[in-house]
């Protein structure tokens, strides 16, 4: 059984690509707009690995990853984020995140990282 993967983008376009790179090695479960959705997204689903954006309505991926990762240790948070967004990205780490890609990304980087957060 492949691992989980939640998709958690303001970009449906993001969303797309993301869920597209890793959809042949992982089972992507769920796709979020925000972090709000995303957090209730990842109650119920309980993904291996999220993917998150930094900047985003409602909720911000920061505080999304602190919610995400008070509930659990075990989920792997990705970052995907805008080289311009250092200071929020030191925030995400400080939340909980385990690592990061910047956009625009490359599908193999973005494949590679996640395939090395869950081994």
């Known amino acids: 059984m492949p691992p989980k993967v939640l998709v958690v983008d303001d970009s449906s376009l993001q969303r797309t690509i993301i869920s597209g ?21 990842f109650e119920s689903e ?18 999304a990853t602190g919610r995400i990762k008070s509930l659990t240790d075990e989920t792997k948070v990705m970052m995907c984020t805008s080289v311009e967004q250092a200071e929020k990205m030191k925030e995400a780490v400080r939340a909980g995140a385990d690592e990061y890609v910047t956009k625009p990304f490359d599908e193999d980087e973005l494949l590679d990282t996640a395939t090395m957060l869950l081994n």
Not at 21 to 41: M, Q, S, W
Not at 47 to 62: F, N, Q, R, Y
Request: proline share 5%; glycine share 12%; aromatic share 2%.
């Open 46 to 63: 309980r993904p291996d690995l999220v993917t998150m954006d930094i900047m985003m309505p409602e909720m911000d991926g920061v505080e």
């Open 21 to 41: 790179a890793l959809g042949d090695r992982f089972e992507v479960v769920g796709e979020a707009e925000n972090g709000r959705e995303g957090v209730e997204l």
